[in-house]
């Protein structure tokens, strides 16, 4: 009896234990969940949501194992000088592919032209086609075999003479909506549903709120000292954009950093971006193109910081980004009127703000984040047999890139 009892005990205290165990061990999870997880897990939900909004996951669902079998991608060309074309690695697969959340994961990406044997094995081949050059053609080809034009400049950029490539591209990956596989620069995800919301070609925005004011931003504000910044490596560019900061330069002032200007900062440097949140009201993300659809990380990039960007391209901007998110200079009858309205906001710091009023609502994603979805999305056209039921050819993508497009 004595001893039962004792037992009994010992076995209640040891489950006791064991919910302190297990009680410690959610809260204990909750924290690393709640810190550590999260920031992760809103990006890879938010891709995830992006994949299944833009493609028909069902048809993957369907596939049998024999469609289900890697689909091996050779990069043929650098992209720049760079073999591993935003992938982190030389060689990606499944992992990268996990980690975007997406929905196929059977697609292998190489630089390494000897990894099958026989070039012809290949499902798909890219070329970076701003600098690719035809007569390094692989030697052999297969019927079946995707050639993929992939371009992320604007056809001004795009140094290779194009004509020469009739009848040998059958996908695109370009910035541009009629591609393929549509690539863009950066994203605007809302934050509650994780939902990619741009680029789209149809966007729905929440509507800018009138009244919005947030005093930390205020104070943000009071603290900038100039009115803008403008980074630039290329001075003589085919927009003519240097004009256009030229004559701003006779109304207000305007720090050029970069080759065009007298002042430095490190490319891509943490440092740089966050001095458009401390020193400036405006940033320059004039494009050094006018191309349609070409709309770059000159605008994402300053998004992501509190600066008001200065667009002036040709896309039609609220398929990019928030309603009052940015100025259009292309809404001004002349650079006066510009400089006027610059000027008021500057003065009127409580109407500054409100050009942030998206923020609670929405995360800007740029590089690399933005360009590896592309990647995702190639692969779920490689697995999707009605898209691969069809023939894929550009006759002429010279027509196609460069024709009326700038
Ligand atoms: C290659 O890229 C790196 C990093 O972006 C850069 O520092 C370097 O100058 C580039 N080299 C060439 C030859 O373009
Ligand atoms: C390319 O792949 C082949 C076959 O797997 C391998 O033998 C070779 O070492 C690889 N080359 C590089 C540079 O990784
Ligand atoms: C590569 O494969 C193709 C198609 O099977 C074949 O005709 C060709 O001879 C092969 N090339 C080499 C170098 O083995
Ligand atoms: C490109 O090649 C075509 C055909 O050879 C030629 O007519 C055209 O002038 C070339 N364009 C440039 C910019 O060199
Ligand atoms: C902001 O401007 C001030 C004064 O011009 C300068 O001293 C400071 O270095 C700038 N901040 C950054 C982060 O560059
Ligand atoms: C790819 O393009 C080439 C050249 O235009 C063409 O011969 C081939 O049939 C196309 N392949 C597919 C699968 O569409």
Redesign the pocket.
């Known amino acids: 009896m004595y001893i039962s009892r004792r037992f009994l005990m010992t076995a209640l205290k040891s489950r006791q234990n064991i919910f302190t165990v297990v009680y410690v061990s959610v809260i204990l999870f909750f924290l690393y969940y709640r810190f550590v997880l999260n920031e992760y897990k809103v990006t890879s939900l938010t891709l995830k949501k992006y994949i299944m909004r833009h493609h028909d996951a069902s048809v993957i669902q369907h596939m049998n194992e024999e469609q289900l079998q890697v689909k091996n991608i050779l990069f043929w060309t650098k992209f ?3 073999t591993s074309w935003y992938l982190g690695s030389d060689e990606a697969g499944k992992e990268l592919l996990e980690s975007l959340n997406c929905p196929v994961t059977n697609c292998f990406f190489t630089h390494n032209r000897t990894y099958l044997s026989n070039v012809t094995q290949y499902d798909a081949i890219l070329f970076h086609g701003a600098q690719y050059l035809k007569d390094q053609s692989p030697n052999e080809r297969a019927s079946d075999q995707l050639y993929v034009f992939a371009n992320l400049e604007s056809p001004y950029l795009t140094v290779e003479n194009l004509t020469r490539y009739k009848n040998f591209y059958n996908l695109t990956m370009t910035y541009r909506f009629d591609s393929d596989i549509p690539w863009f620069y950066g994203r605007i995800v809302e934050k509650s549903t994780s939902e990619i919301i741009a680029p789209s070609m149809n966007p729905t925005w929440k509507e800018p709120e009138s009244n919005f004011y947030d005093p930390e931003m205020h104070k943000i504000v009071l603290r900038k000292k100039t009115a803008m910044a403008w980074f630039a490596s290329n001075c003589k560019s085919a927009s003519k954009r240097e004009d256009l900061v030229n004559k701003l330069q006779k109304f207000i002032d305007v720090d050029i950093y970069g080759k065009c200007g007298k002042l430095h900062c490190e490319k ?1 440097s943490m440092l740089c971006y966050d001095m458009l949140t401390t020193n400036y009201s405006f940033y320059l993300s004039f494009e050094n193109s006018i191309c349609r659809d070409y709309i770059t990380e000159k605008l994402y990039r300053p998004l992501t910081e509190y600066i008001i960007p200065i667009v002036f391209n040709s896309g039609k901007m609220s398929l990019y980004a928030p309603p009052n998110s940015y100025i259009d200079a292309n809404d001004f009858d002349s650079i006066e009127h510009l400089v006027a309205h610059l000027k008021f906001l500057m003065s009127n710091p409580k109407e500054y703000v409100k050009y942030f009023w998206w923020k609670k609502y929405y995360d800007v994603v740029i590089d690399p984040a933005s360009f590896k979805i592309g990647f995702c999305d190639l692969c779920m056209k490689l697995n999707n047999p009605e898209f691969m039921e069809q023939k894929h050819m550009y006759p002429d993508i010279h027509s196609w890139w460069v024709d009326g497009m700038c």
């Open positions: 720049w000088n760079k891509n």
